[in-house]
């Protein structure tokens, strides 16, 4: 079964840092491009990154530049997006989702999702 799970979501104050990890199974990252989304409430759905094997270098949302990180392990099979400095409006579900290529920050042509990882930026 093809299939990607998040984790590593949580409560952290702002300021600090967490490590979201994106695991595939049924699939090798050489297959497919991995997306990150977050969705806040009441809000619409926002890209963060992308990565794949035939992308430059990842692209951010302005939102995140400088504070997250894309990364993958071909080892893991995992990807993972770093965050740095969160802050209060990065509180959202984070989801994963893989799909055919990048286009900037989005993961375009997208086969399937995650159930997402819950974060809470908080003090």
């Known amino acids: 079964q093809l299939q990607v799970v998040e984790s590593g979501g949580g409560l952290v104050h702002p300021g600090g840092s967490l490590r979201l990890s994106c695991a595939a199974s049924?699939?090798?990252?050489?297959?497919?491009?991995i997306g990150w989304f977050r969705r806040a409430p009441g809000k619409e759905r926002e890209g963060i990154s992308c990565i794949s094997r035939s992308a430059e270098r990842p692209d951010y949302t302005e939102s995140v530049k400088g504070r997250f990180t894309i990364s993958a392990d071909n080892a893991e099979n995992t990807v993972y997006l770093q965050m740095n400095s969160l802050k209060p409006e990065d509180t959202a579900v984070y989801y994963c989702a893989a799909g055919r290529y990048c286009s900037g920050y989005d993961v375009k042509a997208t086969k399937f999702w995650g159930q997402g990882t819950q974060v809470t930026v908080s003090s």
């Open positions: 049924g699939f090798t990252l050489d297959s497919y491009a």
